[in-house]
């Protein structure tokens, strides 16, 4: 299972400014419309190697859709999207995890009636290959290979403090476990770049304390985070890089204080935080 080595020199790649490392992920001029909707426009965004990098905006903004796009759901309408600086277009969402990137959605995907050591698992086939289990049932290989399997799952499941209900069914979790799961299994395809589409969504503050220091720890083993989410406090106290999403377009980019003081941004969302009604009509 090799991963294509990452371009030193590739000078398709786009430097970041004022740095000589070429971004992990960007988005160059992307747009993506859906009939007579334009959910993104000319996005450009890039996200560099290491660290946590935020992308906030409105309910309806096409913060989702980035993901979709990036993770080969959907087809860009226009612009290009590199990873390690090669362009990802046409890449089938299998092969883009298999080269590194790996994601959590929005609305929990889980296999509710496997273990939660089960659903890790399944994490790695996708990585392996199309139709994994099976496949690997029918070698000789597969005790080893499933104990190794079981070990790295249960490993992961530390990293996000599941590891003592790792035989339990996974629908017995609460919902914060739910999504801590998710997070799991997506690092059992040992991506490079890890999306997560709101991973504090329906948590309580214990929880999202706990998952800031569990997300902390894993941007810490060199994963590179790029994440969703709506919960300022979370993305304030997580992200060193921040991009601002408003009817398709980027409106804002910097670290914290910059986003948190930025005059358009505050119109557009910060503003309106409080009220998700509010929210609702700006992104109408
Ligand atoms: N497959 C699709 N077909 C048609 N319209 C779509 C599709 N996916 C997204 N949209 C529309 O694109 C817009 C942006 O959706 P998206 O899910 O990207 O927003 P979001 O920023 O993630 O919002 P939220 O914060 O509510 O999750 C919405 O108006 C949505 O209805
Ligand atoms: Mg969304």
């Not at 430097?15 to 334009?38: I, M, N, T, W, Y």
Request: aromatic share 6%.
């Amino acid at each position: 299972m090799s991963r294509p080595a990452a371009p030193m020199s590739n000078t398709e790649a786009p430097l970041r400014e004022g740095s000589q490392v070429p971004a992990l992920l960007s988005l160059d001029g992307v747009s993506r419309h859906f009939g007579g909707l334009k959910v993104l426009q000319d996005v450009n965004l890039e996200v560099p190697q290491g660290g946590v990098f935020g992308l906030i905006g409105p309910n309806g903004a096409g913060k989702t859709t980035v993901f979709n796009l990036t993770t080969g759901l959907l087809p860009t309408t226009g612009g290009t999207i590199r990873f390690e600086g090669r362009d990802i277009a046409g890449q089938k969402p299998h092969q883009i995890t298999r080269n590194g990137i790996a994601r959590t959605f929005q609305n929990i995907r889980i296999f509710k009636e496997m273990s939660l050591v089960e659903n890790v698992m399944v994490g790695m086939h996708a990585k392996l290959r199309y139709g994994g289990l099976g496949l690997l049932a029918s070698t000789g290989l597969f005790r080893s290979e499933e104990k190794r399997a079981r070990d790295r799952a249960r490993e992961l499941l530390s990293w996000v403090k599941l590891d003592h209900k790792g035989d339990d069914v996974a629908d017995n979790l609460s919902y914060g476990d739910q999504r801590k799961l998710e997070l799991a299994r997506a690092l059992a395809t040992d991506p490079k770049l890890l999306l997560l589409d709101e991973p504090v969504a329906g948590m309580n503050s214990t929880e999202k304390t706990d998952l800031m220091v569990e997300i902390r720890n894993i941007s810490a083993r060199g994963y590179t985070i790029f994440m969703i989410e709506h919960d300022m406090r979370f993305v304030m106290g997580l992200c060193e890089h921040i991009a601002v999403l408003n009817f398709g377009r980027i409106i804002a980019r910097g670290g914290p204080d910059e986003i948190r003081n930025d005059p358009q941004v505050i119109e557009a969302y910060l503003g309106r935080e409080e009220d998700e009604a509010s929210n609702e009509e700006v992104a109408r």
